[in-house]
């Protein structure tokens, strides 16, 4: 058992020494080194175009006046 288990680890250690890193992980990291402010930047800029204040009565207000849609939208009122 105990042999067993070295082998395995020896296996294991030396998947760990040749970790793979592709063309664009290795790019998107030196990028990031190259300008730290990025992300702050990103944060920014999400703020900007996603993080919006929520209206709590406006959501209601859409909510309650939404039209049921039938089942198959093709098909001829009956």
Same mark, same amino acid.
Do not use: C, G, H
């Given at each position: ?23 664009? @992980? ?8 190259? &300008?730290? %402010?990025?992300?702050?930047? !990103?944060? +920014? ?12 009565? @406006? ?8 039209? &049921?849609? %039938?089942?198959?939208?093709? !098909?001829? +009122?009956?």
């Amino acid at each position: 058992m105990a042999a067993d288990e070295s082998l395995f680890t020896r296996i294991l250690d030396q998947f760990r020494e040749k970790r793979y890193e592709s063309e664009f @992980t290795a790019f998107m990291r030196e990028f990031k080194q190259q &300008k730290p %402010q990025l992300e702050e930047e !990103q944060k +920014k800029s999400r703020t900007i175009w996603w993080d919006k204040p929520q209206d709590l009565a @406006t959501q209601e207000r859409l909510r309650e006046s939404r039209v &049921k849609q %039938q089942a198959y939208v093709y !098909q001829n +009122k009956v």
